[in-house]
C-alpha cells in the first residue's frame, strides 16, 4: 500500500535525522524530524551541530521566523539569556534588498517539551512554551504573511552567520504532492494567496526599516517618545518594542490608548506577533485601566454627568460668547478638569494650548462658575465623569502603588490624552529605563485642548524620536491626504519642530482616490454604487463619517441598498464579512485596504472666536479619515 503524502515526507526526514544526528535525544529526535519534513513544503531549517548555549534550531517559513530549543524540563533562565543573546547579534546584521531589516524582535522563540508535558501554547516567559504532542501551532494558517520568495531570501541571508547550523532539506516529487492549504480548510487561488501575504499591515510582523529597527531595541535611560505623521509605522515599532520589553523581564506589559475600541486591535496584532507574551500583555483604554484599578481597591464610580453640565451651562449661558454648549464642556473637561486645575487663579493663568477664542478674566471666572455648578450638580447626584476617574485612580496611585508595577508601558495615540491622562500614566510606569514609551502624532489629534509632556513633568530630554517615511497609504491616498489643509507646523508633543504629513516620505507606488460631491438626495445612489464598484472585500473596507449622528444616517442608507455593515468599534483585526462604519474618532489607530469617507457639510453659526478652531480640529480629523485608507479611499462631499 502506498504512503500518503505526509507519511512519505515523515519517512524521508526520519532516515535524514538519523543519519545526520545520530546523537539527539529521543525528544529532539522526534522534534526535528517534523521540522524536517516541513522542508519539504517550503519551510526552511537550520540544525545546530556546535556546543550549547544556542538555539537548536531556527525555523523559517510563511508563519515567520522561529529560534527553537528542544529540551525537558526547560532550560533555566541563563541559557534562554544566552539563545536571545545570539538571536540580536545574528539578526542585527541581517538586511534584505531593498533596506528592509528583518527585526531581532520578529524572531519567535520557542521552548519544545515532552508531548505530555504541561506546558501549553501561552506562557507568561520571554519563550513560547509548547509540548511536542503541540508542535502543529508553529504552523497555523491564520498567520501566515510571507510570500516563498522571502522565506528564501531571509534563509539565504541567514546562513552565513550561522555557520555552526546544518541546513536540511528533503524534496519528494511533485507527482507525490498533496495539496497544502495555508489560509483555510477552503481552496485559495494563488492570486488571492500573494494578496493577502503582500499587504504592508502583515509583513511589519517580520521586516522593518533600520529607522523603525533600531528603535524597536534601543535601550532609553528613563520615559521616551515616538512620533511622525500617519502611517509611519509607530505602532509597529511599540509592538516590537513591547515584545522586545518582554524579554528582558518577568513582570506585565501594558499597552493603553486613549479610545476604548483600539486596545483589542492591537492586541490581535501582538498575539500573532509575540504568541508568547499573550496573557502577560494587557491591552486596554486608559478609562477602563483606571475603573478596573479603582475596583481592585474597592472603589466604584457612577459615571453620569451629561445633565449635571447641561444645567451648569443653562445658568451661565447668556454671560457667555458663544451660545455652542459643546465648546465650554470641552473647555471644562479638556482644559479644567483634564489638566487638573483647582483654583480660578490658575485657571486665569493658563495657557489654553489648541484653543483659539480667546478669553479674558471676566469670561474665565464665568467659565470657572460653570465649573463649579457642574462640580455641585455631581456631587448632588453622586455621579462623576471620565474626568473624574483618572483623578482618582491617581490620588488612589499615590496613597497606595500597585504592588506588582508593570516591566513597561506603551501609551498609543498619546496626542488625545488629557493632561491629567499623562500624569496617571507616568505614575503607573514611573520614571525608570525602558518603562514607559509615549506614541502619537499632534497633526492627528481630534479632541479639542492641548498640552505638552513637560507639562506632565514627563522627561523625555534626548530620548524623542521621529519617524519620517508613510508605509502604510499608497502614493494616490497619500497624495489626497496631503492636500487638506490640517496644521501643517506641529511639533513633537513637547515644543520642537516635528514632521508633517506633506513632508513624509513615500514607499508604496499606486493607490487610487475618488471624489464625489453631491446632494443628501442623491447620496445614497452615489455611496451604494461606490460600494459596489469595489474590488476589495467588505471585511477590509470602512465607511467613516464624522457624527455619530451621520454614521448612523449611512449605516442606513447601505442597509436599505443590501450592504451589511458593522460598527467600527467592534473591529479586532481580524477580516470580517460586513462593511465597517463609524466616527472618525472610533477609526483612529486602524488601517483598511478601502475606505469611504461621507463629509456632511452643513451650515453652522459660529462666532469668529471659535470658528478657526473648529475648522482647525475638522481638519485633523479629515486628513485622520483620509489615512486610515491603504489601496482605495471614495470621498464624498455632502452639501445641503
Same mark, same amino acid.
Given at each position: 500500500?502506498?504512503?500518503?503524502?505526509?507519511?512519505?515526507?515523515?519517512?524521508?526526514?526520519?532516515?535524514?535525522?538519523?543519519?545526520?544526528? &545520530?546523537?539527539?535525544?529521543?525528544?529532539?529526535?522526534?522534534?526535528?524530524?517534523?521540522?524536517?519534513?516541513?522542508?519539504?513544503?517550503?519551510?526552511?531549517?537550520?540544525?545546530?551541530?556546535?556546543?550549547?548555549?544556542?538555539?537548536?534550531?531556527?525555523?523559517?517559513?510563511?508563519?515567520?521566523?522561529?529560534?527553537?530549543?528542544?529540551?525537558?524540563?526547560?532550560?533555566?533562565?541563563?541559557?534562554?539569556?544566552?539563545?536571545?543573546?545570539?538571536?540580536?547579534?545574528?539578526?542585527?546584521?541581517?538586511?534584505?534588498?531593498?533596506?528592509?531589516?528583518?527585526?531581532?524582535?520578529?524572531?519567535?522563540?520557542?521552548?519544545?517539551?515532552?508531548?505530555?508535558?504541561?506546558?501549553?501554547?501561552?506562557?507568561?516567559?520571554?519563550?513560547?512554551?509548547?509540548?511536542?504532542?503541540?508542535?502543529?501551532?508553529?504552523?497555523?494558517?491564520?498567520?501566515?504573511?510571507?510570500?516563498?520568495?522571502?522565506?528564501?531570501?531571509?534563509?539565504?541571508?541567514?546562513?552565513?552567520?550561522?555557520?555552526?547550523?546544518?541546513? =536540511?532539506?528533503?524534496?519528494?516529487?511533485?507527482?507525490?504532492?498533496?495539496?497544502?492549504?495555508?489560509?483555510?480548510?477552503?481552496?485559495?487561488?494563488? %492570486?488571492?494567496?500573494?494578496?493577502?501575504?503582500?499587504? &504592508?499591515?502583515?509583513?511589519?510582523?517580520?521586516?522593518?526599516? &533600520?529607522?523603525?529597527?533600531?528603535?524597536?531595541?534601543?535601550?532609553?535611560?528613563?520615559?521616551?517618545?515616538?512620533?511622525?505623521?500617519?502611517?509611519?509605522?509607530?505602532?509597529?515599532?511599540?509592538?516590537?518594542?513591547?515584545?522586545?520589553?518582554?524579554?528582558?523581564?518577568?513582570?506585565?506589559?501594558?499597552?493603553?490608548?486613549?479610545?476604548?475600541?483600539?486596545?483589542?486591535?492591537?492586541?490581535?496584532?501582538?498575539?500573532?506577533?509575540? &504568541?508568547?507574551?499573550?496573557?502577560?500583555?494587557?491591552?486596554?483604554?486608559?478609562?477602563?485601566?483606571?475603573?478596573?484599578?479603582?475596583?481592585?481597591?474597592?472603589?466604584?464610580?457612577?459615571?453620569?454627568?451629561?445633565?449635571?453640565?447641561?444645567?451648569?451651562?443653562?445658568?451661565?449661558?447668556?454671560?457667555?460668547?458663544?451660545?455652542?454648549?459643546?465648546?465650554?464642556?470641552?473647555?471644562?473637561?479638556?482644559?479644567?478638569?483634564?489638566?487638573?486645575?483647582?483654583?480660578?487663579?490658575?485657571?486665569?493663568?493658563?495657557?489654553?494650548?489648541?484653543?483659539?477664542?480667546?478669553?479674558? %478674566?471676566?469670561?474665565?471666572?464665568?467659565?470657572?462658575?460653570?465649573?463649579?455648578?457642574?462640580?455641585?450638580?455631581?456631587?448632588?447626584?453622586?455621579?462623576?465623569?471620565?474626568?473624574?476617574?483618572?483623578? !482618582?485612580?491617581?490620588?488612589?496611585?499615590?496613597?497606595?502603588?500597585?504592588?506588582? =508595577?508593570?516591566?513597561?508601558?506603551?501609551?498609543?495615540?498619546?496626542?488625545?490624552?488629557?493632561?491629567?491622562?499623562?500624569?496617571?500614566?507616568?505614575?503607573?510606569?514611573?520614571?525608570?529605563?525602558?518603562?514607559?514609551?509615549?506614541?502619537?502624532?499632534?497633526?492627528?489629534?481630534?479632541?479639542?485642548?492641548?498640552?505638552?509632556?513637560?507639562?506632565?513633568?514627563?522627561?523625555?530630554?534626548?530620548?524623542?524620536?521621529?519617524?519620517?517615511?508613510?508605509?502604510?497609504?499608497?502614493?494616490?491616498?497619500?497624495?489626497?491626504?496631503?492636500?487638506?489643509?490640517?496644521?501643517?507646523?506641529?511639533?513633537?508633543?513637547?515644543?520642537?519642530?516635528?514632521?508633517?504629513?506633506?513632508?513624509?516620505?513615500?514607499?508604496?507606488?499606486?493607490?487610487?482616490?475618488?471624489?464625489?460631491?453631491?446632494?443628501?438626495?442623491?447620496?445614497?445612489?452615489?455611496?451604494?454604487?461606490?460600494?459596489?464598484?469595489?474590488?476589495?472585500?467588505?471585511?477590509?473596507?470602512?465607511?467613516?463619517?464624522?457624527?455619530?449622528?451621520?454614521?448612523?444616517?449611512?449605516?442606513?442608507?447601505?442597509?436599505?441598498?443590501?450592504?451589511?455593515?458593522?460598527?467600527?468599534?467592534?473591529?479586532?483585526?481580524?477580516?470580517?464579512?460586513?462593511?465597517?462604519?463609524?466616527?472618525?474618532?472610533?477609526?483612529?489607530?486602524?488601517?483598511? !485596504?478601502?475606505?469611504?469617507?461621507?463629509?456632511?457639510?452643513?451650515?453652522?453659526?459660529?462666532?469668529?472666536?471659535?470658528?478657526?478652531? %473648529?475648522?482647525?480640529?475638522?481638519?485633523?480629523? !479629515?486628513?485622520?479619515?483620509?489615512?486610515?485608507?491603504?489601496?482605495?479611499?471614495?470621498?464624498?462631499?455632502?452639501?445641503?
Amino acid at each position: 500500500m502506498a504512503l500518503s503524502s505526509h507519511a512519505r515526507k515523515r519517512q524521508l526526514a526520519a532516515n535524514l535525522v538519523s543519519e545526520r544526528y &545520530p546523537r539527539l535525544t529521543s525528544l529532539q529526535r522526534n522534534v526535528f524530524t517534523e521540522l524536517v519534513a516541513r522542508t519539504a513544503e517550503g519551510w526552511r531549517l537550520a540544525v545546530h551541530t556546535g556546543p550549547a548555549s544556542a538555539a537548536d534550531a531556527y525555523l523559517i517559513g510563511r508563519v515567520g521566523v522561529f529560534a527553537i530549543v528542544v529540551a525537558d524540563p526547560a532550560p533555566d533562565a541563563e541559557m534562554m539569556q544566552a539563545v536571545l543573546r545570539q538571536v540580536d547579534e545574528r539578526f542585527a546584521a541581517l538586511s534584505l534588498p531593498g533596506g528592509r531589516r528583518v527585526a531581532a524582535s520578529a524572531v519567535t522563540p520557542v521552548v519544545i517539551g515532552a508531548p505530555n508535558s504541561a506546558a501549553g501554547p501561552r506562557n507568561s516567559g520571554p519563550f513560547w512554551s509548547l509540548p511536542a504532542s503541540r508542535l502543529d501551532q508553529l504552523f497555523r494558517r491564520d498567520a501566515v504573511h510571507l510570500t516563498t520568495k522571502q522565506v528564501t531570501q531571509i534563509a539565504e541571508e541567514l546562513r552565513p552567520l550561522l555557520d555552526e547550523y546544518d541546513w =536540511p532539506r528533503i524534496e519528494i516529487p511533485a507527482a507525490d504532492e498533496e495539496p497544502f492549504e495555508l489560509l483555510s480548510a477552503e481552496s485559495v487561488a494563488e %492570486n488571492q494567496l500573494a494578496a493577502a501575504v503582500e499587504r &504592508p499591515f502583515d509583513t511589519w510582523m517580520t521586516f522593518l526599516h &533600520p529607522d523603525q529597527a533600531a528603535l524597536a531595541t534601543r535601550n532609553y535611560g528613563g520615559p521616551a517618545r515616538i512620533s511622525g505623521p500617519a502611517g509611519t509605522g509607530k505602532t509597529v515599532v511599540a509592538l516590537h518594542r513591547l515584545r522586545h520589553a518582554g524579554r528582558r523581564s518577568t513582570g506585565p506589559l501594558l499597552f493603553t490608548t486613549f479610545v476604548r475600541n483600539l486596545p483589542p486591535v492591537n492586541e490581535t496584532a501582538f498575539r500573532r506577533l509575540a &504568541p508568547e507574551m499573550a496573557d502577560r500583555a494587557e491591552f486596554i483604554s486608559l478609562h477602563s485601566w483606571a475603573s478596573a484599578f479603582l475596583a481592585s481597591r474597592g472603589i466604584r464610580l457612577n459615571i453620569s454627568f451629561e445633565t449635571s453640565f447641561n444645567l451648569a451651562w443653562k445658568a451661565h449661558s447668556s454671560e457667555l460668547p458663544d451660545n455652542v454648549p459643546r465648546y465650554w464642556a470641552d473647555e471644562v473637561h479638556r482644559v479644567i478638569k483634564g489638566r487638573g486645575i483647582k483654583t480660578l487663579a490658575e485657571y486665569q493663568r493658563v495657557i489654553r494650548r489648541g484653543r483659539r477664542r480667546r478669553l479674558d %478674566n471676566r469670561q474665565r471666572a464665568t467659565v470657572w462658575q460653570v465649573y463649579q455648578d457642574y462640580q455641585k450638580n455631581l456631587a448632588e447626584r453622586d455621579a462623576h465623569d471620565f474626568d473624574d476617574l483618572l483623578t !482618582r485612580a491617581l490620588e488612589e496611585l499615590e496613597r497606595q502603588p500597585l504592588e506588582e =508595577p508593570y516591566a513597561a508601558v506603551v501609551v498609543d495615540e498619546v496626542q488625545d490624552m488629557t493632561l491629567n491622562g499623562l500624569r496617571l500614566l507616568r505614575k503607573i510606569a514611573g520614571d525608570g529605563p525602558n518603562q514607559l514609551l509615549l506614541v502619537g502624532d499632534g497633526q492627528q489629534q481630534v479632541y479639542p485642548g492641548g498640552w505638552r509632556l513637560s507639562d506632565a513633568g514627563i522627561p523625555i530630554q534626548g530620548r524623542g524620536e521621529v519617524l519620517k517615511v508613510n508605509y502604510r497609504n499608497r502614493t494616490g491616498i497619500l497624495d489626497f491626504a496631503r492636500r487638506i489643509t490640517a496644521l501643517n507646523e506641529v511639533d513633537d508633543l513637547d515644543g520642537a519642530a516635528g514632521v508633517a504629513l506633506r513632508d513624509a516620505a513615500a514607499v508604496n507606488d499606486g493607490g487610487i482616490a475618488k471624489s464625489w460631491e453631491g446632494t443628501e438626495s442623491e447620496l445614497p445612489d452615489a455611496l451604494a454604487a461606490a460600494v459596489r464598484d469595489l474590488d476589495i472585500p467588505h471585511g477590509e473596507t470602512a465607511l467613516i463619517t464624522f457624527s455619530n449622528k451621520d454614521a448612523l444616517t449611512c449605516r442606513k442608507l447601505l442597509d436599505s441598498a443590501g450592504i451589511a455593515t458593522r460598527p467600527i468599534e467592534q473591529h479586532t483585526g481580524e477580516t470580517g464579512d460586513r462593511l465597517y462604519a463609524g466616527t472618525v474618532h472610533k477609526a483612529k489607530g486602524l488601517d483598511f !485596504r478601502a475606505v469611504l469617507v461621507v463629509d456632511f457639510v452643513r451650515p453652522e453659526p459660529e462666532e469668529a472666536g471659535t470658528e478657526q478652531e %473648529n475648522r482647525e480640529l475638522r481638519n485633523r480629523q !479629515r486628513l485622520v479619515a483620509a489615512t486610515r485608507a491603504r489601496d482605495f479611499l471614495w470621498w464624498g462631499v455632502v452639501r445641503s
